[in-house]
């Protein structure tokens, strides 16, 4: 099995900087995706952005391009989101996933890997 642990969230200003951390154990894959993504009360989990393992294929939601950045250490089995000029309503439980034997992919139920989340609030 797979063990996901997210870290980094907190509370940041409207225009502030996060760098969340996921660290990843109990695998082996000949390939293998890592993905983020985020949950606000009441609303469905929704995609942010995804890596392969090899760092070669990213993809990201409009909604966060040219401000999330996604990346792999497998050195230390840890994908990053590094998250600038954040906005309110990116305020959400941010989820790290994960896919075994898999490209990179924006939808949800691909992934079989979940962590437990960190919350991230932008305030105004």
């Known amino acids: 099995q797979v063990q996901l642990v997210e870290s980094g969230g907190g509370l940041v200003q409207a225009g502030g900087s996060l760098r969340l951390s996921c660290a990843f154990s109990g695998r082996t894959f000949s390939s293998y995706a890592m993905g983020w993504f985020r949950q606000a009360p009441g609303k469905e989990r929704e995609f942010v952005a995804a890596i392969n393992w090899s760092g070669g294929t990213t993809y990201y939601a409009d909604s966060v391009k040219g401000r999330f950045t996604i990346s792999i250490d497998n050195a230390k089995n840890t994908v990053y989101l590094q998250m600038n000029s954040l906005k309110p309503e990116d305020t959400a439980v941010y989820y790290c996933?994960?896919?075994?034997?898999?490209?990179?992919?924006?939808?949800?139920?691909?992934?079989?890997?979940w962590g437990q989340g960190t919350q991230v609030t932008v305030s105004s």
């Open positions: 996933a994960a896919r075994g034997g898999g490209v990179a992919t924006k939808i949800r139920g691909q992934y079989g890997y």
